[in-house]
């Protein structure tokens, strides 16, 4: 596609619901990454896959939340028992790899809200 | 762990001046860094990368230092117009992925 797509734009769920948010990345990015940002806040690292697997999954908040990336291409985050506290924009982003000195395309994020 | 620190304060000029922006950082020698715009809604978009070995980067109207020593880089927009109202973001290029400061609210006013 012509850039990075997610889906739901936004989310209104109950506690200790589950959600899935999609990622659609740019056709040929082998490398995308999942950031979450609270109001006002920076962008927090989640996790990032290198085609299908996931080196680096160190910043997921705590087992409730999964991702998964199939076939190289679309990715799914997960959460789990939705908590009020998981309320935020979650952005995905892909880039042609990983590594230094490549820039990352976001698409405009999906805004969860736990009520 | 990565520390990256940018103005959480906005940033109020009038236009026609010059911005200027900082991202300091510890603990991490990057060998690249990116500045990025994000305006109210949307993603970030990347604006401009200056490698460790570069002290300046132009573009257009943006200029990026970067000085490994201080761990400072520099974020200047000059001649300043209110469509470059935004929040500006530095992110440190790791190995394998971008880490972001909290970025600076830019507002240029007429």
């Known amino acids: 596609g012509a850039g990075v797509s997610q889906s739901p734009s936004n989310k209104v769920t109950e506690k200790g619901k589950d959600v899935e948010l999609r990622c659609d990345p740019i056709?040929?990015?082998?490398?995308l990454y999942w950031y979450r940002q609270s109001l006002g806040q920076g962008l927090e690292f989640l996790i990032y896959?290198?085609?299908?697997?996931?080196?680096?999954k160190s910043g997921l908040p705590s087992d409730r939340f999964s991702a998964e990336r199939t076939g190289g291409s679309v990715s799914t985050l997960t959460i789990q028992r939705t908590q009020q506290e998981d309320s935020a924009v979650y952005l995905c982003a892909s880039s042609y790899h990983t590594g230094v000195n490549t820039e990352a395309f976001f698409g405009q994020g999906t805004r969860l809200t736990v009520v | 762990s990565q520390k990256i620190e940018q103005n959480s304060e906005a940033l109020n000029i009038q236009e026609g001046k010059t911005a200027t922006l900082t991202c300091n950082y510890t603990?991490?020698?990057?060998?690249?860094l990116q500045w990025y715009r994000q305006d109210p809604g949307r993603g970030p978009v990347f604006l401009l990368l200056i490698r460790e070995n570069e002290k300046e980067k132009r573009k257009e109207r943006l200029k990026v230092t970067f000085d490994t020593t201080l761990k400072q880089s520099l974020f200047h927009i000059t001649a300043s117009q209110p469509a470059d109202s935004a929040t500006y973001l530095c992110?440190?290029?790791?190995?394998?992925?971008?880490?972001f400061g909290t970025g600076t609210r830019l507002q240029v006013f007429p």
């Open positions: 992110a440190l290029d790791t190995t394998d992925k971008l880490i």
């Open positions: 603990n991490y020698s990057p060998a690249y």
């Open positions: 896959f290198q085609g299908n697997s996931a080196p680096d």
């Open positions: 056709s040929g990015h082998t490398a």
